[in-house]
């Protein structure tokens, strides 16, 4: 149990475009989903917390306008990287709380390997 | 300020040793402790947790955990490693009072033949 599912896995775009990718939880719901960055060699930094039906919580320095977040279901919150430039490459992780309340571990999707242009 | 270290960037073993990666951590009040593996190119897949009971945690794949309060580790294990265990290690620890994950630096495994 517990699966979060995340897509693309890859996806390679042209500086300037944008590109969409999702998270589902596949056998839960998720009221609140993580969405991550992680550089080469680098551990993972936190980029937003995506709460079902309001406004995502984005962390200091990561700008909300360029990483739109939508929770608009129990099972699904996707982030768009919008105008995306050379820098923005990097593997994004989403993850989801699972159902045992406050000890619970958190559910990873396989990340998203973005290539821009 | 709530922190997680691993001090170790890279742990070389060779298979069938046993193999230890160390994590302490420093946070107000009970901490919640979780080890995450990683391998290339994917999510992270959770191995096991300290939340209260037995110091000793047994999780997935064989491996174990030892919570010291005393010494603030929570410092992973497994007797016997196998090549397959070669990946990225990450231990994180949440706050009774935040659901925040604090994550450490990560540590990568390496078992040799």
């Known amino acids: ?117 | 300020a709530q922190s997680v270290a691993q001090p170790e960037d890279q742990v070389n073993v060779a298979e069938g040793n046993p193999l230890t990666v160390k994590c302490t951590y420093s946070v107000s009040g009970n901490p919640y402790l979780f080890w995450y593996v990683q391998y290339p190119n994917r999510g992270l897949q959770f191995l096991l947790k300290y939340i209260t009971g037995d110091n000793l945690v047994k999780g997935s794949y064989g491996f174990e955990a030892e919570f010291n309060k005393s010494q603030t580790s929570f410092h992973l294990k497994k007797p016997s490693a196998l090549v397959s265990d070669s990946a990225l290690y990450f231990c994180a620890v949440r706050a009774y009072s935040n659901y925040q994950l604090i994550w450490g630096a990560g540590t990568k495994l390496i078992i040799k033949p």
């Open chain 1, 1 to 117: 149990g517990a699966v979060v599912s995340q897509h693309p896995s890859w996806v390679i775009c042209k500086s300037g475009t944008s590109v969409k990718i999702e998270c589902r939880s596949l056998d839960f719901q998720a009221t609140t989903m993580f969405w991550y960055r992680q550089f080469p060699k680098q551990s993972l930094m936190l980029m937003a917390t995506s709460n079902e039906g309001s406004k995502a919580t984005y962390e200091q320095g990561v700008e909300k306008d360029k990483f739109l977040i939508n929770h608009a279901s129990l099972t699904l919150s996707t982030l768009t990287v919008t105008s995306a430039h050379p820098e923005d490459s990097s593997f994004y992780i989403c993850s989801a709380r699972g159902t045992e309340g406050g000890s619970s571990p958190l559910h990873f999707g396989n990340g998203t390997r973005l290539t821009v242009t």
